[in-house]
């Protein structure tokens, strides 16, 4: 029974993406402006160049960002959960770094779109093997999943380090560093089916059992004296949470921050209940995502890295937090 | 509702075992605490019985069933788990985190629905929780977050409460004011198992006790004929006096010598 | 008797005065303004600045070599098919990463180029250790030219001559082009657009390739960009609306990609058809190696092929004979032809 102001408040969370979408489709480098783009949507000439831009350029991309965004947000939200810890991240188990690694050794290698997509993809499923492999030997707690996590982070770095040493100044290595700094430019329709496909699969599973995530939150022996099996359902979250870094990263290179802050801004706004937050913390990653590429690609005439842009918006909004969250609790202990 | 342990042990070493041969239990109605000093095996008797250890020899049973034969989901719906005192992480509602004790009867990818609900109401109500339903778990004093833990069991639907020392970080009337529930709910047909540092609570709240020293059972019986300065000497290593009131108040006092003031 | 071991002595002695005398050490100044003694002659040079190296060989001193870092080619797959004929001993030469300072001095290196924007400290240790080391940098077509007097000053005669030559053929390839630009109606002047190594990134202003499209008398659509390399998205590329798109020769674009691709129907120089890609025997043109004045040529007749202000293909015939000897086969003289 959820009081009517809740209720209003969560309409405007989940009506704000679609509008945020539809919004983002009017901007761009292109083109008169907002009015034109909006007259050139329902033009019926075939050439006009406006129009295949927005359906071709700028559809695909926005939904990705969405996409991107809500996957980032939600894998956050649930590993912080798995964790009992808020200041957890999306990349603290080494996926990113594996699919970092995967994306520039493709870079290198080919640098064909599809080869970065799927090296990026690849190597990220190594890094989950690894993690799942040896944390499970190790009895699969949080503790032991973060350390295998950090370690393996930590190699992967190394390898990239590497390769960007080896790698030519001249025709690979700026493709690299842009790569590294995140960025939607590359998305069209034909690339996106992955991530689509991935992010249904792995939302929609964690979506399933989000109930069941809020007693993951509590100590291994209270979980298991309610009768939860915890470690599969422990493994399958950290599955799913890492395959939807590992297609995120894959499509879009490394985005830090909205994995970490925007479940505290969701939890802040709804509550630590994973039924509430996990759809909460999708649709305001999404949200968010899509302004800032739409920034990225319009504001100069050069692509802004998203990375960048997460990263000048998250750190300054990560520390406000902190401070709501330490004067909340009774001041720094 | 029985719940015992029959000549259990339990080791995390070989070399160090913790809990030897012991035997104990617990029926409906009854209040059982179990007594020792640090280190004694107490928290292990208690996760043996919660079926969160599994004993290396002897049995553990409930209603005559082996414990360990019970599907975790099973035991869920039977027996409780009111763990020690620990800070909240997240914020949760109370009603919310009374609420994760439909677990069991929850589906993995399901959410509580009106059955578990009313159960959530009930539980609340049975410890006079109904008015914070809505406040968060981390701004409860500690003696309403132990409350909240027990309603979560009677969410369970457990006949039988296990809770490791509830009473560590309370004041007084908080301690009392937790017993005065348990008292109530004992009376409504549930069962409780404390394991305690407070003798002097024993003598007052429990039908019966077991005192633990170095994993193997020392004493165990009835609260009035178990707790005695004997006793209470050879498991805590100190003099104690064993005393009753006019008004039939019980107390156990460390025999001290007087402060000089 | 007597007067034979004289005669040996007075031999012995004009032999040794004459070893005296060809002892000469040159004087020069580098790039970051060091001024570096070098002694005469350099017999094993070590060039770790890739864009220096190429000097090397067009002065005719390439097979003095001893380690060489090249512009484009990190490793011996990267070399173009007729590398070959440049350096045969690619294998033992050629070197990537960081100069080793102990690798440099056990090949026996008596002169070092080094990049100026990233090796000074190496440069301070193997000066130390008594290696005479130049820093090098080419920012602009003057520290071209400054550059290559240089090494020519410390390379010996035949260098010295090569390198007046290639400076003349600077200032003649550059005045011609000034020359023709004067005559160009303004507003005539093509928009060019430079892409790196992918369909969505460009030179920036700063870089050398902006400078050579202004030589040639064209204007870099993207040229209030900074830094180096800049990623921009299509949209971007059909507001520029460049007439002229030129690929560099290195990298994963191919002229195909652009002109069969959808995304691009509506760019003018996809429509008139002028998508170039520069061709490359050794080093690649748009960077400042002694190849970059036929980098100017190529440009200007892609810029205005009615023109003919150059001959480009009789000019790369020239310069590869004069500067690197070597014959270009007939296909790769018609590389340079634009389409």
């Known amino acids: ?333 | 509702m029985r719940l015992e342990a029959d000549r259990a042990s339990f080791a995390y070493r070989k070399e160090a075992p913790c809990l030897h041969q012991v035997s104990f239990a617990v029926e409906t109605g009854e209040i059982a605490f179990i007594l020792g000093a640090n280190g004694s095996g107490k928290s292990t008797l208690l996760g043996l019985l919660a079926g969160l250890k599994h004993p290396a020899a002897g049995a553990v049973r409930l209603d005559g069933q082996l414990l360990d034969a019970l599907a975790p989901r099973e035991r869920a719906k039977r027996v409780g788990v009111v763990p020690q005192f620990h800070d909240p992480v997240f914020s949760f509602s109370v009603e919310e985190a009374v609420a994760l004790g439909r677990s069991p009867y929850v589906g993995l990818f399901s959410r509580p629905g009106r059955e578990d609900r009313l159960a959530v109401e009930r539980a609340l109500d049975a410890v006079g929780l109904t008015g914070l339903r809505r406040r968060p778990i981390t701004h409860l004093s500690g003696g309403e977050r132990q409350l909240v833990w027990i309603a979560r069991g009677l969410a369970q639907g457990a006949g039988c409460l296990l809770l490791d020392e509830p009473t560590a970080h309370l004041d007084p009337q908080h301690e009392h004011g937790l017993f005065a529930v348990v008292r109530r709910l004992v009376a409504g047909g549930a069962a409780f198992v404390i394991a305690s540092h407070h003798p002097e609570t024993a003598l007052v709240y429990a039908t019966h006790v077991a005192f633990l020293k170095d994993g193997a059972l020392l004493e165990s019986g009835s609260a009035d004929e178990t707790i005695t300065a004997d006793v209470l000497r050879r498991v805590y290593g100190m003099e104690f006096a064993v005393l009753a009131g006019q008004g039939g108040e019980r107390a156990v006092v460390p025999r001290v010598g007087a402060v000089a003031r | 008797m007597k007067s034979k071991s004289v005669s040996w002595v007075v031999v012995a002695l004009v032999v040794a005065l004459a070893a005296l005398a060809s002892a000469e050490t040159v004087t020069v100044v580098d790039s970051t303004g060091r001024t570096v003694d070098v002694p005469q002659p350099v017999e094993h040079i070590a060039s770790a600045y890739g864009i220096g190296t190429y000097y090397v060989y067009a002065l005719g001193a390439g097979d003095r070599l001893v380690a060489a870092w090249y512009v484009a080619v990190k490793s011996a797959s990267q070399a173009p098919a007729s590398f070959s004929a440049l350096e045969p001993r690619l294998n033992e030469v050629l070197c990537s990463g960081d100069p080793n300072v102990e690798d440099l001095v056990a090949r026996g290196t008596d002169l070092a180029l080094l990049d100026a924007s990233k090796y000074a400290a190496v440069a301070d240790q193997l000066q130390g250790i008594g290696v005479p080391t130049l820093l090098l940098a080419t920012e602009t077509a003057q520290g071209v030219v400054d550059m290559t007097l240089t090494l020519g000053a410390v390379l010996g005669e035949e260098a010295e001559v090569r390198a007046a030559n290639l400076v003349e053929g600077f200032y003649r390839v550059y005045g011609v082009a000034a020359v023709a630009a004067t005559n160009t109606p303004s507003g005539s002047r093509p928009r060019v657009l430079f892409l790196g190594s992918s369909l969505t990134q460009v030179a920036s202003g700063a870089m050398y390739q902006t400078q050579l499209i202004d030589a040639a008398d064209g204007v870099s659509v993207s040229a209030d960009l900074v830094g180096s390399w800049n990623t921009v998205n299509l949209e971007q590329i059909l507001v520029w609306s460049p007439d002229v798109i030129i690929i560099p020769p290195y990298g994963n674009v191919k002229v195909a990609d652009i002109v069969g691709s959808s995304d691009w129907q509506s760019v003018p120089a996809v429509q008139s058809g002028r998508v170039f890609k520069m061709p490359r025997v050794f080093g690649p043109m748009d960077t400042p190696l002694p190849e970059s004045l036929l980098g100017v040529m190529w440009l200007s007749s892609a810029f205005y092929p009615e023109s003919a202000i150059f001959d480009v293909r009789a000019e790369a015939v020239d310069f590869y004979q004069t500067y690197y000897d070597y014959v270009l086969s007939s296909a790769e003289a018609d590389a340079f032809l634009i389409p």
Not at chain 1, 136 to 141: C, K, N, P, S
């Open chain 1, 1 to 333: 029974m959820t009081p009517p102001r809740r209720r209003g408040l969560s309409i405007l969370l989940y009506a704000l993406p679609v509008a945020l979408v539809l919004g983002a489709l009017l901007f761009g480098r292109y083109g008169g402006g907002v009015g034109e783009a909006f007259r050139s949507l329902f033009s019926w000439r075939t050439d006009d160049v406006l129009r295949s831009l927005i359906v071709h350029v700028r559809l695909p991309r926005t939904l990705a960002a969405l996409v991107v965004g809500a996957d980032l947000a939600a894998a956050g939200a649930v590993l912080q959960g798995l964790f009992r810890n808020p200041l957890v991240d999306s990349r603290i188990l080494g996926v990113s770094s594996g699919a970092a690694f995967g994306a520039c050794l493709a870079i290198l290698v080919s640098g064909s779109a599809l080869a970065v997509q799927s090296g990026a993809f690849f190597f990220a499923l190594v890094a989950i093997a690894v993690v799942l492999a040896v944390g499970w030997r190790l009895g699969a707690t949080p503790l032991a999943l973060i350390l295998v996590g950090v370690a393996t982070s930590a190699l992967f770095d190394a390898l990239l380090g590497l390769i960007k040493y080896v790698a030519d100044p001249l025709s690979k290595l700026p493709a690299i560093t842009y790569w590294l700094l995140g960025g939607l430019s590359g998305t069209r329709w034909s690339n996106l089916a992955p991530l689509l496909i991935i992010s249904a699969l792995a939302l929609g599973f964690l979506m399933l059992v989000r109930w069941r995530l809020n007693v993951l939150t509590l100590s291994d022996d209270e979980a298991v004296s309610l009768g939860v099996h915890v470690r599969p359902l422990r493994v399958a979250v950290v599955v799913a949470a890492s395959l939807l870094v590992a297609t995120s990263v894959s499509q879009a290179g490394m985005i830090g921050w909205i994995g970490l802050v925007v479940p505290h801004v969701a939890r802040a706004w709804v509550g630590p209940n994973h039924v509430r937050l996990v759809p909460a913390s999708a649709a305001l990653g999404g949200a968010i995502l899509v302004v800032l590429d739409t920034i990225a690609r319009t504001v100069l005439p050069g692509e802004i890295p998203l990375g960048i842009l997460t990263g000048l918006l998250g750190v300054p909004a990560f520390l406000l937090l902190l401070v709501g969250y330490l004067r909340a609790r009774g001041g720094t202990q």
